[in-house]
């Protein structure tokens, strides 16, 4: 069992980047709660040390998010206790952790994990149980899903969250007002009630001269809203079929703007007209690189454009459009998709192997239980969302003006409650990356719909023996 459970937890390090985005694939981790680019490098360190702090007086942590070298830093600066901050890259850092904790390393003392890796995590022992520390008589602080996420299978809490991450669709409310004659959020979300109704509305946007999407991955954070397994058998159900119509039709039919996501036509078209792009060049071609800002625009400055419409994010996209929206400032709102999802969060831990545990709780208790700390890191993150309820109330009808005045912090707490955790199963992200691997070869003419599915059971068979499968 152990050996089983340590080749699953490298099998996730080796996927934890990857996207199902309707079979299509990313440069970058679409789990982050700030806009970055890849990691050049495989770990970065940060160890800034107190001279007022010595011997136990110090808290190492391991993270595969920015955010925690933040954190860190404040918690230093409160509290004089030395903080040292290893950034990993997130596909290497189950790897790493196991190795370490495996190994019989005292440090790190705090250890993260994003909600695809934590089952593993917690079933190898790696998080310390935090009820013993008195974590029950917060439960009802932190936003639901979040509090559950962070439990095993036993019901004990062995991580938090400092944020929510529940998914919307981030549109262009002059775009809709032209098409639609409507910008309202809930007569936007309509348009993208299930997965039929948005090809629908893929197909007026295009008749007008627009792109519903940027890219054809835009609605993979809505695509979870059953469970992968059910009783220890697979479950393919409806809507997964009807997504993966949804994305072969925007493929086939030129429906988006054949912007990969991460890359630069897809950040361009956030702030207006992009070049309009192909099946065949979707990924660039010997002279246009779409990783390559300067030669990007310049190949493809006598291309034909059009605008997008919406993009599809967690609730860190806010910040994402934030830096890139451009001209098109105070032009976005925010609706509900066909489901309720969610995207990463970085969910916070004591290493049970740490030598400093009560510190390491004070830590933990600090990054996701104070009021202070979450209204200092809203405004230090220029507007990620908190987890923490009293401070989503007080902030609930903060007005965002790049979202026309919207109060996003409202929106995102109402997501937030709809979404179901039991739906999140430990296979997840395989069958998620198969399924999507099938939706590719589908809409590439690579296979047909019937021989991409049957192969698709045939890896499920392989891949996950435990798991039955009927066809």
């Not at 079933?123 to 095993?152: H, R, S, T």
């Not at 997504?243 to 912007?259: G, K, P, R, S």
């Not at 599809?312 to 976005?332: A, I, M």
Request: include cysteine; charged fraction near 25%; hydrophobic fraction near 35%.
């Amino acid at each position: 069992m152990k050996a089983k459970k340590a080749a699953s937890l490298m099998l996730a390090g080796v996927m934890a980047m990857s996207l199902t985005a309707c079979g299509g694939s990313s440069k970058n981790s679409s789990t982050d709660t700030k806009d970055s680019t890849a990691q050049d490098s495989t770990t970065k360190e940060n160890a800034s040390e107190s001279a007022a702090a010595d011997g136990d007086q110090k808290l190492v942590i391991w993270t595969l998010a920015d955010d925690l070298e933040d954190f860190g830093n404040r918690y230093m600066e409160q509290t004089g206790v030395a903080v040292e901050t290893t950034v990993i890259a997130p596909e290497e850092y189950p790897t790493k952790l196991q190795t370490a904790l495996l190994g019989g390393e005292t440090e790190p003392d705090i250890v993260v994990g994003e909600p695809q890796m934590l089952e593993d995590f917690f079933d190898q022992g790696f998080f310390e149980d935090l009820d013993q520390f008195g974590a029950q008589d917060y439960a009802d602080q932190i936003v639901d899903y979040v509090w559950e996420v962070g439990q095993d299978s036993n019901g004990v809490q062995r991580a938090i969250s400092y944020q929510i991450t529940p998914a919307g669709i981030y549109y262009r409310r002059d775009i809709a007002q032209t098409v639609f004659g409507t910008d309202d959020p809930d007569e936007i979300g309509k348009l993208f009630a299930d997965y039929p109704t948005i090809l629908e509305t893929a197909k007026t946007l295009k008749d007008k001269g627009y792109r519903i999407f940027a890219s054809d991955s835009e609605i993979n954070y809505f695509s979870g809203d059953s469970a992968w397994v059910i009783d220890g058998k697979l479950n393919v159900a409806q809507a997964r079929q009807d997504y993966m119509d949804l994305c072969v039709e925007l493929y086939q039919q030129d429906l988006t703007a054949y912007a990969a996501q991460w890359a630069t036509p897809w950040y361009m078209a956030m702030s207006g007209p992009v070049p309009l792009l192909t099946a065949e060049t979707q990924w660039g071609t010997d002279d246009m690189n779409i990783w390559d800002e300067a030669n990007f625009k310049e190949a493809t400055a006598d291309y034909e454009t059009t605008e997008v419409f919406a993009y599809g994010l967690p609730s860190w996209g806010v910040l994402t459009l934030r830096d890139h929206v451009g001209d098109t400032s105070g032009k976005w709102g925010v609706c509900s998709g066909p489901a309720y999802g969610f995207g990463g969060g970085t969910f916070i831990g004591i290493s049970s192997q740490s030598e400093r545990k009560e510190l390491a709780w004070d830590f933990v208790k600090f990054c996701t239980l104070n009021e202070d700390t979450a209204e200092w890191w809203i405004e230090f993150s220029e507007g990620d969302t908190v987890s923490l309820k009293s401070v989503l109330e007080k902030h609930k009808d903060d007005p965002n003006e790049t979202y026309g005045g919207q109060n996003l912090y409202a929106f995102w707490l109402k997501q937030a409650e709809g979404i179901d955790y039991s739906k999140v199963t430990r296979y997840d992200k395989g069958i998620g990356d198969a399924w999507g691997n099938a939706i590719s070869a589908i809409k590439t003419g690579e296979k047909t719909k019937d021989q991409a599915i049957s192969d698709f059971y045939d890896l499920v068979e392989s891949t996950y023996p435990d798991i039955e499968v009927t066809r």
